[in-house]
C-alpha cells in the first residue's frame, strides 16, 4: 500500500508540476493580453483624439475643394467663351483680310492690266507714256497688233 500511496504521490506531484507549468503560462498569457489591450486602448484614444482635429480640417478642406472646383468650372466656361470669341475674330479677320487682297489684286489687274481706251486716244508723248505701260504688260501677239 505504501508503494501505492508513493506512486500516487509521484503521480500527484507530476500533475502538480504541469499544472503549475500550465498555471505560469496562462498567467504570463494573461499579464500579455492585459499590456496588449491597455496599448489598444490607448491607440484608440490617441486615434479618437486626432480624429476630433482631423475632421474638421477634412470638412474645411472639402468646402475649400467645392468653391475651388465651381471657380474652376468658371474659369472654363470663361475660356471657352474667350477662345470661341477669339476663333470668330480670327476667322472675320482671315475673310475681310482675303477680301482686302482679293481687292487689291483687282486694283493691280486695272493698273497694270490692258486698258482698250488706249486704242482711241490720240497718240501725244504723255498718252504714249500713259499706255505704254499697258502694251508693256500685253503679251507679244497684242502688241504687235496695237502698233
Do not use: R
Amino acid at each position: 500500500m505504501l508503494k501505492m500511496l508513493n506512486k500516487a504521490v509521484g503521480k500527484l506531484q507530476t500533475d502538480l508540476k504541469a499544472l503549475d507549468v500550465q498555471y505560469t503560462d496562462k498567467e504570463l498569457l494573461k499579464v500579455s493580453l492585459e499590456k496588449l489591450l491597455d496599448q489598444g486602448k490607448k491607440v484608440v484614444e490617441e486615434l479618437e483624439v486626432a480624429l476630433a482635429s482631423v475632421v474638421p480640417q477634412m470638412e474645411k478642406n472639402k468646402n475649400e475643394n467645392d468653391v475651388c472646383q465651381a471657380e474652376k468650372k468658371t474659369k472654363a466656361d470663361e475660356l471657352a467663351s474667350i477662345e470661341k470669341e477669339q476663333s470668330e475674330t480670327k476667322a472675320t479677320l482671315k475673310a475681310e483680310s482675303d477680301a482686302w487682297a482679293q481687292e487689291i489684286n483687282n486694283l493691280k489687274e486695272n493698273l497694270f492690266g490692258y486698258n482698250p481706251i488706249c486704242d482711241y486716244v490720240k497718240h501725244n508723248p504723255l498718252t504714249e507714256k500713259l499706255c505704254a505701260n499697258q502694251t508693256q504688260n500685253l503679251p507679244k501677239d497684242e502688241t504687235s497688233e496695237t502698233k
